[in-house]
């Protein structure tokens, strides 16, 4: 048994960061059942010039920037869908989906509209992009345009993944927001969500804003946060007894500090739910040898929960991280434009 494949066997679902055709393949065989995208991957992609020619084809239709993106971005998660699709029909919806992420540009700082208007917004994108595709999951932010969005959404029957997730209070709003959103549908046989909660990026914030923390103790913020909204999520789902799981997403498992063991989060969190591993991690559990068993449910040491108790604002922390994963989220997109426009000029030379 290979790594990833002991790390599945315990329970986890193993979903690639990434919608590189050749990776989705690649991990697939490894034991990969789902991927993510976002403007950063479509980029990268962009660049290796594997798509100059199907671009080009774009640029002929007479697609601008803008509709190029959509348009790029839609053709690589398709591919990844047809992968993923037998995945999906074999746990009839439980498993499979690939991630589409509606337009991150509504949460840049010169969007002018309303938080009502956003949410409107977020609707409309995501019952577009969601049109006839089985196993696409719909990416909307947890943010106040975001949340304003996902009882209409899910009342519509659209599968939603919220991301952007930093603390229990954003946790629960989605959450009750999805299920208000739930049992307005005719039937709950088909209804599937997930809750992406960022994990490694706590622990960045934390080394850098709460020095006062123990060695024992930082570090170790983003798997005690993972840990216990897990449990939340868990109690909440299993007392409604539904056909498909409600189920976390842990996104930011790859380890930033220098010296981390790069399975440190892959490991802390395996054994339920799903992990949206980057490609270097993947190719770093493979790498390890190691035999994975479940850890979701095993909690860290008394004393090191009641330090990071103490010591560390979750109010602050969500304000930050959101503040940053708001630049994050919106300026890969305005980068994707412009890779695009050069790439309009270098093609029609």
Request: one cysteine or more.
């Amino acid at each position: 048994m290979t790594p990833i494949q002991s790390l599945v066997a315990c329970g986890t679902k193993v979903w690639l960061d990434s919608i590189d055709p050749d990776l989705v393949k690649s991990n697939r065989a490894l034991g990969a059942t789902g991927a993510t995208s976002n403007p950063i991957i479509v980029s990268d992609l962009i660049k290796t010039g594997r798509f100059d020619e199907l671009m080009a084809r774009f640029f002929k239709e007479g697609l601008d920037d803008e509709a190029t993106a959509w348009r790029m971005t839609d053709h690589l998660v398709k591919q990844a869908q047809e992968v993923f699709l037998p995945v999906w029909r074999e746990t009839k919806g439980n498993d499979g989906y690939v991630s589409f992420e509606l337009d991150p540009l509504l949460e840049d700082s010169a969007c002018k509209l309303s938080v009502a208007e956003k949410s409107a917004k977020y609707v409309e994108l995501g019952k577009k992009w969601s049109a006839g595709h089985e196993n696409r999951m719909i990416k909307v932010p947890a943010t106040p345009g975001g949340l304003g969005a996902v009882e209409e959404m899910c009342a519509h029957g659209i599968t939603l993944n919220v991301t952007l997730i930093f603390s229990e209070r954003q946790y629960i709003a989605a959450r009750d927001g999805v299920w208000r959103g739930a049992k307005k549908r005719k039937s709950l046989d088909h209804f599937k969500s997930v809750y992406s909660i960022f994990v490694s990026r706590l622990d960045v914030y934390t080394e850098r804003d709460v020095p006062t923390l123990s060695p024992k103790a930082q570090g170790m913020v983003g798997i005690a946060n993972a840990k216990h909204i897990w449990k939340l999520n868990h109690d909440f789902w299993a007392a409604k007894k539904l056909p498909l799981q409600e189920e976390m997403i842990f996104a930011s498992t790859g380890t930033k500090k220098k010296g981390d063991d790069p399975c440190k989060y892959v490991a802390a969190l395996a054994g339920a739910d799903i992990e949206t591993n980057p490609p270097a991690t993947n190719d770093a559990v493979q790498a390890s040898g190691r035999t994975f068993n479940r850890q979701i449910d095993q909690s860290l040491p008394a004393d090191v929960l009641d330090e990071i108790h103490t010591k560390v604002s979750m109010d602050r922390l969500e304000q930050v991280l959101m503040e940053e994963g708001l630049s994050k989220f919106a300026d890969p997109h305005k980068a994707l434009l412009r890779l695009i426009a050069e790439k309009r000029a270098k093609l029609a030379r």
